[in-house]
């Protein structure tokens, strides 16, 4: 229930996790106030009035780890850093290398991390911002009627820091919830609790919610699909490499280690961790791989209720919609009919005392990250340490402070722009939008490879583009959440069970467009196919995205980009395969389709064959989104850069073109140093491409990168002509 993979067609620019212990939705402006550039000047303007109050303010440092260590953030880094280059490399061998090189050797990864780069830079700068927002609030008594986000997130952020009472509650505040497990008497109540257990947030056997009728966007309907894994991938499960097989024992071992601690004796918790093991197996050997997931017609299988009967026999439809209480389901989209076919079988074959143990199982490992140190602890050393290689747990307070923008993000968030980002920033954002999508609408017009129906078509859709921007008109309504200072783990229990109604009772009822998939302080971008948008939260417009002290050509380089990126998924692999209206309808010329699978298909190709360690390559596949709106941004910015700087003197700066300084501005957000462990993670699992080739990979191919830095035919950053991948 807690994770919406098969039904939420949102990409997103940063290869951040997404999963609520790894994506950290902060930061906090900081702008200095000096001369820049006419691009930059209108929103200087609309941004110094609240900026004045914040640069004042002392900000507090970053808190010691337990063991002394500190992530290190510049708090005022310039626009482009000449430090960080590495001049020994020439750009025509590695691009990412010869802008940020030094920085890299440098710069260390803090050892509660498993990756350090820009992106986390600018998360820890609003780490500080929402701490000094969630203890005001945790330090002021507010009534919860008149002030109801005050208290929530004062509240919630109080009982995630009382840690001496979390430690000597351990797993006690839970022990209703066990002792329901326990009471199972028959395939029925195995059914009820599987149930509960999906309205309390824990993703046990399958996942079910809401999400847009994908060929009636306007309607909102039922949704059931894959899940009830508790490592990242089916591909975890089923490989039979030395290595999947290591970590399985070591997953094995994590399990029994969790239920020792619940109590059980070591050799039942050991027989107990294989049964979930073997359970887990089997719904992964019937679940879709990633790549296989991308494809939004095989994911729409809309059923009645009697189909959907028909498919799973053994379980009753009706007694599961009664027990959430969906009271008028309606047709339900099943993402993956092969899995529920296979779930039945598992469902009728199992005994009833492994059901026991594998909910048990499902519930301690949802619940881990909010119980005592012991929990967070070994759900850290394996989802943390064997997964993706970090040496330490981070500091209680930045795990409460993500815990609470997950349980109340708009409640967090909306006292987080009040001190950070100001209501008028928006125009300018929207200025620099609608230069993206006029760039955008040129380059369709003259595309070679597309006829000129499919073009109208596209245009169509581009100028129905909605655009959000830094904070919702409408803020989420939490009056009917109980928030108190009681038990951590409740507090997140009930804010899952929440948002899970909020979910349910959307279904049978008209989309409501107003509504965000991010919360403010988030420091990423998205667009939503289904709702035709690109949304961009306050908390990516900063540096290195957008830097009032830089120069037009960073700005391009870096917030342009970003901009161009999500408009590009609007026509990428999936994203083309929408209407204006957000439909799943074909909406190309079979000689257009026919041109664009031919360029994706390269562009799978090209990325395939990047090796970022030795034995493993980029998944072109699962990537090819992300890798098309690369490219596609960093085209879309430089067309756009290109009209706005036509005419104004071509001065360089530091000793570099503002062509040149385009692509360096493109670069620096792309530095990163990454730990082994979590490259090979992100490798088995994320449909974004490492840092390193998100950066050389789309200059490669661009004509103007070449230009602007005379590079030679012959040379590593230029892709020979016949190779050379160009789609938007």
Not at 242 to 247: F, I, N, V, Y
Request: aromatic residues 10%; contains cysteine; charged residues 25%.
């Amino acid at each position: 229930m807690a994770t919406r993979l098969d039904v939420d067609h949102r990409c997103h620019y940063t290869n951040q996790p997404t999963d609520k212990d790894e994506v950290e939705r902060r930061l906090r402006l900081v702008l200095n106030r000096y001369q820049v550039t006419n691009m930059i000047k209108k929103l200087l303007v609309t941004l110094l009035c609240s900026l004045g109050v914040f640069c004042l303010r002392a900000q507090p440092e970053p808190e010691k780890s337990s063991a002394g260590a500190t992530s290190k953030v510049e708090k005022n880094p310039p626009a482009f850093d000449l430090k960080n280059m590495d001049k020994s490399i020439k750009p025509q061998d590695d691009f990412y290398l010869y802008a940020n090189g030094t920085w890299l050797k440098n710069t260390p990864i803090p050892p509660e991390e498993s990756r350090w780069g820009s992106f986390n830079q600018l998360i820890e700068k609003n780490n500080d911002a929402l701490k000094v927002v969630a203890e005001k609030a945790a330090k002021t008594t507010a009534d919860p009627k008149s002030n109801p986000e005050v208290q929530k997130v004062g509240d919630y952020y109080a009982s995630g820091m009382n840690e001496q009472e979390i430690d000597a509650d351990k797993a006690k505040p839970l022990a209703d919830e066990f002792k329901q497990i326990d009471a199972i008497k028959d395939r029925g109540d195995v059914l009820k609790e599987i149930a509960h257990l999906h309205n309390i947030g824990v993703g046990a056997f399958f996942g079910f919610t809401s999400g847009q009728d994908d060929k009636n966007s306007t309607m909102v309907i039922a949704q059931a699909f894959q899940g009830g894994l508790g490592m990242p991938d089916r591909d975890y499960y089923t490989k039979e490499d030395d290595a999947s097989k290591k970590l399985r024992e070591q997953y094995v071992a994590h399990v029994t280690k969790m239920l020792t601690l619940l109590g059980e004796p070591a050799d039942a918790a050991a027989a107990h961790a294989k049964t979930v093991m073997t359970l887990e197996t089997s719904l992964a050997t019937a679940s879709r791989t990633r790549v296989e997931r991308r494809d939004p017609q095989k994911n729409y299988n809309k059923m009645t209720q009697a189909e959907l009967q028909q498919l799973m026999p053994d379980w009753k439809w009706a007694d599961y919609f009664k027990a959430i209480n969906l009271v008028e389901p309606g047709d339900v989209n099943v993402g993956q009919p092969d899995f529920f076919k296979a779930a039945n079988g598992v469902f009728a074959n199992t005994s009833l005392d492994d059901w026991k143990t594998y909910l048990r199982w499902q519930l301690i490992h949802e619940a881990a990250p909010e119980l005592s140190s012991d929990f967070v602890n070994e759900n850290f050393n394996f989802f943390g340490s064997t997964l993706t290689g970090t040496k330490q747990l981070k500091p209680r307070w930045k795990r409460v402070v993500t815990s609470t923008d997950g349980a109340l993000g708009e409640a967090l968030g909306k006292l987080y722009v009040a001190d950070y980002f100001p209501p008028e920033s928006k125009a300018r954002m929207l200025e620099l939008v609608n230069n993206l999508k006029a760039a955008l609408a040129d380059r369709i017009k003259t595309l070679e490879w597309m006829d000129e129906p499919t073009k109208q078509e596209a245009l169509k859709k581009l100028a129905a583009f909605a655009v959000k921007i830094g904070y919702p008109d409408k803020w989420r309504d939490y009056s009917l959440l109980k928030i108190d200072r009681g038990p951590y783990v409740l507090n997140a229990m009930r804010a899952d069970t929440f948002e899970i109604d909020r979910e349910l009772k959307k279904i049978g009822k008209p989309v409501d467009r107003s509504e965000w998939g991010m919360s403010p302080p988030t420091v990423n971008a998205y667009y939503n196919p289904n709702m035709n948008e690109i949304v961009f939260p306050a908390g990516i417009l900063q540096p290195p995205f957008f830097n009032p002290n830089a120069d037009d050509a960073i700005n391009y380089g870096g917030i342009g980009a970003v901009i161009g990126h999500e408009m590009t998924h609007g026509f990428d692999d999936q994203g083309r395969q929408f209407d204006a209206e957000g439909n799943l309808k074909d909406w190309w010329s079979a000689e257009s389709a026919a041109k664009f699978k031919e360029r994706s298909g390269a562009i799978v190709k090209q990325y395939s064959e990047y090796e970022p360690l030795k034995g493993l390559h980029i998944n072109g596949e699962l990537t090819q989104g992300e890798n098309i709106a690369d490219l596609g941004g960093v085209k879309i910015a430089y067309a756009a850069f290109q009209k706005a700087n036509a005419g104004k003197p071509q001065d360089k700066i530091d000793g570099f073109t503002p062509d040149q300084r385009f692509f360096l501005g493109w670069a620096q957000v792309w530095r990163a140093n990454i730990r082994d462990e979590a490259l090979k993670l992100r490798l088995n699992t994320d449909p974004h491409s490492p840092t390193h080739y998100r950066c050389n990979g789309p200059l490669s191919d661009s004509v103007e990168f070449q230009k602007a830095f005379n590079l030679p035919d012959s040379c590593q950053m230029v892709r020979p002509a016949d190779k050379r991948v160009t789609i938007w």
